[in-house]
């Protein structure tokens, strides 16, 4: 269905490997290979089960379980601890504590009391949908050849035309205990099928073991997508291209002026992150003569609009006549409509118990020729948002070209997306980290003092760019990081921070990958060592050119961002403690720091009023992972202290009024204060981290 994958889905069952497993392992096994391609069913979305006769560990008789995807988790990543595991007689028996439609959502309640062997794990609302299937293994999958299906207006009539009574039909219903009775009465009614499709939802599917309802799914979904090219073939998508979308690096700029300003509008209630798609469906369906129709009936699958929201925010824009300067200026305007169209939507269909409304901004903005951003509170959920618009993009290719594309109705929109237990869920969420939705560019960040920043940064929430004219140290820290917090987080940019359209590149780069920039640590130097009289000019140049005009070139491409945004900024400077105190045979070196400082002082002034807060931390003798340390520089400081290179850490300690090293982790540590809000009500500020040094006390 997207264009780009292979046509069939393949068949990665391997018996050799399924042999030697338990039965939920196979389980296991089974939802991490239907998960693998998205095209089966999306982040997150769908779930799997098995009944599994286990020993009771209370009365040690064998008894049949329910093991069933837990609530949250994703199938292509879950693992054991991923399911939820139900006596199934208790299930059976919540039969007779139903009290019908009105009442079904106290059913969820009662689930905790049917848990087997204390799993922790809480049991999702699809439970009973799994529960009362009368066969042992159950897939729910969410494919984009069967939504499209699921989604058309005549969805029950396709249905039998491409499955015949193999694959049934059920009207619409919300997932929870009355549509897993309705499950249960179907496969009752019709023994020989082996899967229902769910009108605007989902495939059901199921078999007498792992692989035959594994490959009952994939045999399914495989049908579908042999349909639909069969019908489709030759027939131009959503009415025809009507705009040619504009070179992949014109896109990319268009991207970097605009996820600034819409970051800046949408920031109101807290910092959101963005993501940008200019894949091949995408800049199809943007640039379709339907675009604006179908964008407004929303989506259809309950998973798709939680994550996209009901429809999208569709940008006014020709790329034959592209003035992106009046796009930028009509963008407030068209944020504002979209919250009012959002609160009229809430305002219709709320009930006395709707919780309040939440953050009326889209998280879905389309332009044609251009592509898509998608904008969520952290970069993972702005990305996955954006596959599932594409899942419905998919979706609606195939239903408006066989049928005609149905979102759900507004009313059952809504009642999905207030629905008290997801409202519940949400309450549980944890509370979100210190810097949560903020975004940082350290320069010098695969240096020691720039990676120990970044990491401290990374452990409060932050997305992070890495800047750094290493490519390969750059490259090093980047695969270490995405290790460690995960590669949504982030991004490495080469960045010679003496070249200005270097500079200006690479933060238009940083802003493409997360929609804006929150905090500036300028971070790259280097260090010299001479007499004045054996200083080059080259020396005192590159010294000039590194440590005061590359501060410069990065803040003001900072300023540019934290303007655009009006939601703030925070700069922070690793300047020095020669900065504040001259040292002998470093002149160069100590009058570029001390122009840092000053050029702090200065900006400080100049952002107050945009509350762009500006401050610095001199650090001293950080030796340890610092890469200024690793050359000549080390040689030159220990030949001044008349000492080696073994007594030159021992030499600062002994020097500084604590006695005490200085490491990068304590740099990053004020670096953090700064950047944070602890520091809100400070700027114009130095700390030094030196561990004492009567010369470099600022009063």
């Known amino acids: 269905m997207s264009g780009t994958a292979p046509a069939r889905l393949q068949n990665l069952w ?23 391609d998205k095209r089966v069913t999306n982040y997150g979305g769908g779930n799997t089960s098995s009944k599994i006769f286990q020993k009771d560990p209370l009365t040690g008789e064998d008894v049949e379980v329910l093991w069933v995807k837990g609530s949250g988790g994703d199938s292509a990543s879950i693992k054991l601890d991923g399911f939820a595991t139900l006596y199934m007689d208790k299930l059976r028996a919540l039969k007779g504590l139903y009290r019908g439609l009105a009442h079904e959502d ?43 299906i699921a989604a058309s207006k005549d969805s029950k009539a396709l249905t039998q035309q491409i499955f015949g009574d ?36 989902g495939l059901f599917t199921w078999g007498d073991t792992p692989r035959e309802c594994y490959e009952q799914t994939i045999d399914t979904i495989n049908k579908a997508i042999a349909w639909f090219e069969e019908k489709t073939a030759g027939k131009p998508a959503f009415g025809g291209q009507v705009v040619a979308p504009l070179p992949a690096d014109e896109r990319r700029a268009v991207a970097a002026r605009l996820m600034p300003k819409i970051r800046g509008l949408i920031s109101n209630e807290f910092k959101m992150l963005g993501h940008f798609d200019d894949s091949a469906a995408v800049l199809e369906f943007v640039g ?33 006549k592209p003035d992106i300067d009046a796009v930028v200026a009509g963008l407030e305007q068209a944020t504002a409509d979209y919250r009012a169209d959002y609160a009229g939507y809430y305002d219709r269909c709320k009930h006395p ?21 998608t904008f969520a509170k952290d970069k993972a959920t702005a990305r996955i948002s954006g596959e599932f618009y594409v899942n419905a993009i998919n979706v609606m290719r195939g239903s408006s070209a066989v049928s005609t594309y149905q979102g759900l109705p507004e ?57 750094d004219i290493d490519e390969a140290a750059l490259a090093s820290a980047n695969e270490e990081l995405g290790k460690a917090f995960g590669k949504d987080v982030v991004r490495p940019v080469t960045l010679n921070v003496t070249e200005e359209a270097v500079v200006i590149a690479g933060f238009a780069k940083a802003v493409v990958e997360f929609g804006g920039l929150d905090i500036l640590v300028s971070n790259a130097g280097i260090a010299s060592s001479a007499p004045i009289e054996d200083t080059s000019l080259e020396l005192w140049n590159r010294n000039m050119d590194i440590l005061s005009t590359g501060y410069f070139l990065v803040s003001r491409e900072a300023f540019r961002l934290f303007r655009q945004q009006k939601i703030g900024g925070n700069v922070v400077f690793v300047a020095s403690k020669n900065g504040l105190a001259a040292s002998p045979n470093a002149s160069a070196y100590c009058t570029a720091k001390a122009a840092e400082i000053h050029l702090a002082r200065c900006l400080a002034l100049e952002g107050a009023a ?43 300690r002994e020097r ?4 005490r090293s200085v490491f990068p982790e304590d740099i990053a540590e004020a670096i953090y204060f700064f950047a944070s809000d602890a520091s809100a009500k400070s700027t114009g500020n130095i700390i030094n981290v030196d561990a004492g040094n009567a010369q470099s006390f600022t009063r």
Request: charged fraction near 25%.
């Open 106 to 148: 106290e059913m969820v309640g009662y689930l905790p009391h049917a848990t087997f062997n204390l799993n922790p794990r809480a049991a999702s609302i699809d439970t009973p949908l799994h529960a009362y299937v009368p066969h042992a293994f159950v897939d729910h999958m969410h494919p984009d050849a069967i939504i499209a």
């Open 411 to 467: 009313q059952e929109a809504f009642d999905i997306e207030y629905w008290l237990l997801e409202e519940a869920k949400l309450q549980r969420m944890p509370k979100p980290k210190s810097l949560a939705g903020h975004v940082a560019l350290v320069t010098g960040g695969a240096g020691g003092i720039g990676k120990a920043t970044a990491v401290r940064l990374l452990r409060e929430g932050a997305c992070v760019v890495l800047a």
């Open 610 to 652: 945009a509350q762009i807060r500006v401050n610095v931390v001199n650090p001293d003798a950080v030796l340890r992972g610092s890469k200024i340390w690793a050359g000549e520089w080390l040689e030159q400081r220990a030949s001044t202290y008349k000492t080696d290179k073994d007594g030159l850490e021992e030499m600062y």
């Open 656 to 659: 500084s009024l604590l006695k």
């Open 288 to 320: 379709s003569r339907d675009l604006k129709p179908l964008a407004a009936l929303g989506t259809s699958c309950p998973d798709h609009f939680l994550r996209t929201k009901i429809r999208p925010l569709v940008i006014a824009f020709d790329p034959a």
């Open 14 to 36: 391997d018996d050799a490997k399924a042999a030697g497993m338990t039965e939920p392992e196979r389980l296991v096994y089974r939802s991490n290979i239907l998960g693998s």
């Open 353 to 373: 118990d709707s919780p309040a409304i939440r953050d009326a901004n889209a998280v879905v903005y389309l332009m044609p020729g251009v592509g898509m951003f």
């Open 166 to 201: 193999e694959i049934g039909w059920l009207p619409w219903k919300r997932p929870g205990f009355e549509l897993g009775l309705w499950l249960e009465k179907f496969c009752l009614d019709n023994p020989g099928a082996k899967g229902v499709i769910l009108e605007s939802h």
